[in-house]
T-cell receptor, first 114, second 116 residues
């Protein structure tokens, strides 16, 4: 069983739609991450939140907007996406402030842009 | 900046045979190393981690890895594989950022295919 829960599991949207991806964890982790993963590639880091503040933005286009409303929730708001944004979006969490703490991943949201 | 190299993109192996998946890293400072497995349509699951201490690390599902500082390697091994081990395997090193934030540097992954 995954301890990081992502919804929805699948999402199909048009290029003009607005949608949100959600991620929830109850492990008391204060670092949360969004990744984008294309087929047969490793995950690419998009954003990192530490203690509910955005600490890393890997030059992600503004059509992706992250939000961390509390220590258990992480959202990714999507608007005007492009076909190349179709991918598996993974959320992860870990203890904050320690480089030796492993990240725990959810099962992802598979996003398809029409 | 650190980097992680997984030279083998695919490794085919027969069921019940041993397997080794290779991972090399580049770092001049203390490293924390991780192996993850990803089954189809799932997220990444932690197999094992090296933080410090014993260089032989045992993980879940019968996997183990050996940290070799002189060769900057962290190869993953299993003495006898099962069909269910067919998956993508990622090696990662933890890298420090600003304000105590850390991120992973992933290798490109190795697809293990176990043949009957």
């Amino acid at each position: 069983d995954t301890e990081v829960t992502q919804t929805p599991k699948h999402l199909v949207m048009g290029m003009t739609n607005k949608k949100s991806l959600k991620c929830e964890q109850h492990m008391g982790h204060r670092a949360m991450y969004w990744y984008k993963q294309k087929a047969k590639k490793p995950p690419e880091l998009m954003f990192v939140y530490s203690y509910e503040k955005l600490s890393i933005n890997e030059s992600v286009p503004s059509r992706f907007s992250p939000e961390c409303p509390n220590s258990s929730l992480l959202n990714l708001h999507l608007h005007a996406l492009q076909p190349e944004d179709s991918a598996l979006y993974l959320c992860a969490s870990s203890q904050a402030g320690h480089s030796n703490q492993p990240q725990h991943f959810g099962d992802g949201t598979r996003l398809s842009i029409l | 900046a650190q980097s992680v190299t997984q030279l083998d993109s695919q490794v085919p192996v027969f069921e019940e045979a041993p397997v080794e998946l290779r991972c090399n890293y580049s770092s001049s400072v203390s490293v924390y190393l991780f192996w993850y497995v990803q089954y189809p349509n799932q997220g990444l699951q932690l197999l094992l981690k090296y933080l410090s201490g014993s260089t032989l690390v045992k993980g879940i599902n019968g996997f183990e890895a050996e940290f070799n500082k002189s060769q900057t390697s962290f190869h993953l091994r299993k003495p006898s594989v099962h069909i269910s081990d067919t998956a993508e395997y990622f090696c990662a090193v933890s890298e420090g950022g600003t304000s105590g934030t850390y991120k992973y540097i992933f290798g490109t992954g190795t697809r293990l295919k176990v043949l009957a």
